[in-house]
């Protein structure tokens, strides 16, 4: 039986030792895929002065897909390849905005099949509608999927998350369905979903959605705060996650995104090492699942 494809996201690692070398450190613990991390090398973002600014960076620059095609065979030297990536967020601003379809085009020409843009979390249906729905012909004409992801934002006063676009389970439903696209589909952030304040779950998520799910981001947390930690090493309780993703049928890769843990570590060989075993073995337990 072919196993499931178990990936990670890079954009962790990446500022410290740059994207080839992340891959090929990525490829070495054991993955067999990549998540195209897309932040600091392609905009800038303040958060405490919410201001964007052109990255030193070769994606920020017009030789965008040349180093995006060297980053593939780069993979492909290793045995490994791309199977999604990440666009720069907050969306709502328009300096990220205008570089979606340059993330797009990237993702295309990296070798992944799905691209998660994060909604405008405080904006309406309508509103990110109209975002998703400008960029869904660019999409289909590279290949790419846009993913939507389960998103947060914090009360300051109560000390928990609360919900915005997408946060729970049928609010995410009911974004998915407006756009009734084959081309727009859902990431589920298993961390986000586990937040305290937002009244959902990984597992109502996932059954919701059902075969709208064609992506992951797998971290863990302590079901309050969001810790992007490795996983089974926190609060998340994973098996019921894995029976429910069986359920549904469900037919895509699962990407890490214990992001936090990966930057936080000096040891990056040995840190990504674990977090494949995390992810190898939460994969495992799907593929043995009747």
């Not at 990446?14 to 990525?26: D, Y």
């Not at 040349?66 to 045995?79: E, S, T």
């Not at 069986?246 to 895509?252: D, L, M, R, S």
């Amino acid at each position: 039986m072919k196993k499931r494809i178990v990936s990670t996201e890079i954009g962790s690692i990446a500022p410290k030792i740059g994207e080839e070398k992340a891959i090929e450190l990525v490829a070495k613990a054991g993955f067999d895929a990549f998540d195209m991390s897309m932040f600091k090398n392609v905009i800038n973002y303040a958060w405490q002065t919410k201001t964007v600014t052109p990255a030193n960076h070769p994606l920020a620059t017009t030789e965008y897909l040349k180093f995006a095609r060297k980053l593939k065979q780069v993979a492909k030297d290793n045995g490994i390849f791309c199977n999604q990536s990440h666009a720069p967020y907050p969306t709502v601003l328009s300096g990220i905005r205008d570089q979606l379809k340059r993330c797009i085009e990237i993702t295309a020409e990296v070798g992944g099949k799905i691209c998660v843009i994060h909604p405008q979390e405080q904006k309406t249906l309508e509103e990110n509608a109209k975002m998703y729905g400008e960029l869904l012909p660019f999409a289909k004409s590279h290949g790419v999927k846009i993913a939507t992801e389960n998103m947060w934002d914090w009360d300051r006063e109560k000390d928990q998350a609360y919900r915005v676009a997408c946060s729970d389970h049928e609010s995410f439903l009911e974004y998915i369905k407006e756009l009734n696209d084959d081309y727009f589909v859902a990431c589920l952030d298993i961390g986000h979903a586990e937040m305290r304040g937002l009244d959902t779950s990984a597992v109502k998520m996932i059954k919701t959605l059902g075969n709208h799910l064609q992506a992951l981001h797998i971290h863990d947390n302590d079901k309050h705060y969001d810790s992007h930690g490795l996983p089974m090493t926190m609060s998340i309780e994973f098996d019921p996650i894995i029976r429910a993703l069986k359920e549904i049928g469900y037919k895509g890769d699962f990407t890490l995104e214990c992001s936090h843990y990966l930057s936080g570590q000096e040891d990056v060989e040995g840190a990504l090492k674990k977090a494949y075993d995390a992810v190898r073995e939460l994969a495992d337990k799907f593929d043995a699942l009747n």
